[in-house]
C-alpha cells in the first residue's frame, strides 16, 4: 500500500454514459498526476496538477476528459459520453515538489466500456 | 526527454542477480535515469534512478556508463516477488513530473 488510493477500483459502464473516478493521493504531496495505461502498454501520462493548479493536460485528454482536484487534496477525473477505446486502467499518482520524483501510484481504477 | 530501448523480456533464477539493460544513446547531459517496476496488476513502483554515478538503494543498483548512453539496473538477489515489468525512463531534471514510459522488459524470476 503506497498510501495513494483510488475508487472505484472497477468501473463497467454502457458507451455513451458518464463516468467520475476520485485519487486521494499521500496527504502532503502537493503535486498530482493521471495516466492511462491499455493492455500491454505501459501508463501514458495524461495530467498534472500542482496544489489545485492543473498545469499540463495531453493531447490523449479529449474534451470528454476532465479532471479537477479543487482543494489541493483528492482529484477526480471525470470521462463523459465514454467509448470503447476508453476501456484501459487509469492511474493516479502523487509526489513531493522540489523530491526527486519519485511518484508513488495507486492501485488504478480499471474501466471496461461496453 | 530521451528514448530508452531495452529487452521485451528476461528470465532469472531465484537467488540469481538480474541485470536489467537499458540503452538511452540520446540522453543529454540535465537528464536523469529513472527505473520504475510494476507488477501485475498493481500501480508502477519507483526503484531507484541517477544521473551520472553508480546509485544503490535497498531495492537494487543502478549502474551508468560512463558516456552515460545506457545503464542497467540489478536486482543482487532476485526472488519470486520480483517478477514484474520493469520501466526505463530518461527524464530532465527541469520538466521533473510526467513519466514517459515505453513497453519495459518483462522480467520473470522462476523457482
Known amino acids: 500500500d503506497t498510501g495513494v488510493s483510488q475508487d472505484p477500483r472497477h468501473k463497467i459502464t454502457k458507451r455513451g454514459q458518464n463516468v467520475t473516478f476520485r485519487c486521494d493521493p499521500i496527504s502532503e504531496h502537493n503535486r498530482l498526476y493521471w495516466y492511462r495505461q491499455t493492455l500491454g502498454q505501459g501508463p501514458e501520462f495524461l495530467t498534472y496538477f500542482q496544489n489545485e493548479a492543473q498545469l499540463e493536460k495531453s493531447r490523449l485528454l479529449s474534451d470528454r476528459f476532465s479532471a479537477e482536484r479543487p482543494k489541493g487534496s483528492f482529484s477526480t477525473l471525470e470521462i463523459q459520453r465514454t467509448e470503447q477505446g476508453d476501456s484501459a486502467m487509469y492511474l493516479c499518482?502523487?509526489?513531493?515538489?522540489?523530491?526527486?520524483?519519485?511518484?508513488?501510484f495507486g492501485p488504478g481504477t480499471r474501466l471496461t466500456v461496453l | 526527454d530521451a528514448k530508452t530501448t531495452q529487452p521485451t523480456s528476461m528470465d532469472c533464477a531465484e537467488g540469481r542477480a538480474a541485470n536489467l539493460p537499458c540503452n538511452h544513446s540520446t540522453i543529454s547531459g540535465n537528464e536523469y535515469v529513472y527505473w520504475y517496476r510494476q507488477i501485475h496488476s498493481q500501480g508502477p513502483q519507483y526503484i531507484i534512478h541517477g544521473l551520472k554515478n553508480n546509485e544503490t538503494n535497498e531495492m537494487a543498483s543502478l549502474i551508468i556508463t560512463e558516456d552515460r548512453k545506457s545503464s542497467t539496473l540489478i536486482l543482487p538477489h532476485a526472488t519470486l516477488r520480483d517478477t514484474a515489468v520493469y520501466y526505463c525512463i530518461v527524464m530532465s531534471g527541469g520538466s521533473n513530473y510526467k513519466l514517459t514510459f515505453g513497453k519495459g522488459t518483462l522480467l520473470t524470476v522462476n523457482p
Open positions: 499518482a502523487s509526489s513531493l515538489v522540489y523530491s526527486n520524483n519519485e511518484q508513488f
